[in-house]
Structure formats: structure tokens, C-alpha cells
């Protein structure tokens, strides 16, 4: 059984850091594509990044501040969020494959 569990979310003023982590267990970890997603209430769940085979996509809100990366022999991946805005506020949620964990609340605000 594939499991994700996301940590690492909290509350930052504008212009700080905050690094969240994915744990994923019950998986070839990697031979999966992973990403970092985001929602807010009364919106669809947008694109933040995705990582797979070293290859990265970022969505445009966060290119330049976001960087994912991935540690296979931890089956970990990581979103470090530097430049954070009010906008970025949102429950992140981690996807491998298609298993998505429970998210994690990110909160921007001064």
C-alpha cells in the first residue's frame, strides 16, 4: 500500500523560507513521477512542481523562488519555498504517482 505524508508547513512572513518534505512508502520511489500541489478554499488544485527522472516543472506563480528536489535512497522529495507571499497561502499537498498525501498548511502572512 502506498502511503504520503507531507511535513514542514507553517506559518512565515512575507519574504521568509519554509522547506516542506514528503515521505512516500510502498513504492518503487523512483520510477514515479512526484510533484508539490496547492489549493485554496473555493479553488482547483494548481500545479506548483514536479520532478521526475532529474527532469523539473514549476508552476509560473513560483518559478524563480520555488526549487523541488528529490533524495531516492530516502524516498523523500522537497519543496524549499524562499520569497513567500501572501499568495502562496494555500494547503500543499504531495503526489507520487497517483497517491496524493494529506496536505500540509502553508500560511504567509505578516
Known amino acids: 500500500q502506498v502511503q504520503v505524508a507531507e511535513s514542514g508547513g507553517g506559518s512565515v512572513q512575507p519574504g521568509g523560507s519554509l522547506r516542506l518534505s514528503c515521505a512516500a512508502s510502498g513504492i518503487v520511489f523512483s520510477s514515479y513521477v512526484m510533484g508539490w500541489y496547492r489549493q485554496t478554499p473555493g479553488q482547483q488544485r494548481e500545479l506548483v512542481a514536479t520532478i521526475r527522472a532529474g527532469n523539473t516543472n514549476y508552476g509560473d506563480a513560483v518559478k524563480g523562488r520555488f526549487t523541488i528536489s528529490r533524495d531516492n535512497a530516502k524516498k523523500m522529495v522537497y519543496l524549499q519555498m524562499n520569497s513567500l507571499k501572501p499568495e502562496d497561502t494555500a494547503v500543499y499537498y504531495c503526489?507520487?504517482?497517483?497517491?496524493w498525501g494529506q496536505g500540509t498548511q502553508v500560511t504567509v502572512s505578516s
Open positions: 503526489m507520487v504517482g497517483s497517491t
